[in-house]
């Protein structure tokens, strides 16, 4: 499956923004979908999981409270909805697909999408 996020950029903090991962190629409600994050000197972590139907969801410990994942299988489509931004959510955002659930495991996830920038100013 392709993977294609789009929708990062430069927010305040405080702010908010939504980005999108459009899937392409295999039938996308055959994967469950993952977030995940890198900032600049840091590993890869996870942000966030949707499982195939979208009836459940894992969150990091970061994200929780804030964040919404959601996805339209209908547009082969996941979202991340990020609330109450601040500088430490600056990364890149990744989605990825695997058969493995709302695994918080990189390393389980098997098609990874190009990452899209999220910059929050203070």
């Known amino acids: 499956v392709q993977l294609q996020a789009s929708g990062g950029g430069l927010v305040q903090a405080g702010g908010s923004l939504r980005i999108s991962c459009a899937a392409s190629g295999r039938t996308f409600s055959n994967y469950a979908m993952g977030w995940f994050r890198q900032a600049p000197g840091k590993e890869r972590e996870f942000v966030a999981g949707?499982?195939?139907?979208?009836?459940?969801?894992n969150y990091a410990g970061s994200a929780k409270g804030r964040f919404t994942i959601s996805r339209d299988n209908a547009k082969n489509t996941v979202y991340l909805q990020m609330n109450s931004l601040t500088p430490e959510d600056t990364a890149v955002y990744y989605c990825?697909?695997?058969?493995?659930?709302?695994?918080?495991?990189?390393?389980?996830?098997?098609?990874w999408g190009q990452g899209t920038l999220v910059t929050v100013s203070s």
């Open positions: 949707i499982s195939r139907s979208g009836d459940s969801a």
């Open positions: 990825a697909a695997g058969h493995y659930g709302t695994t918080t495991t990189l390393g389980l996830y098997d098609y």
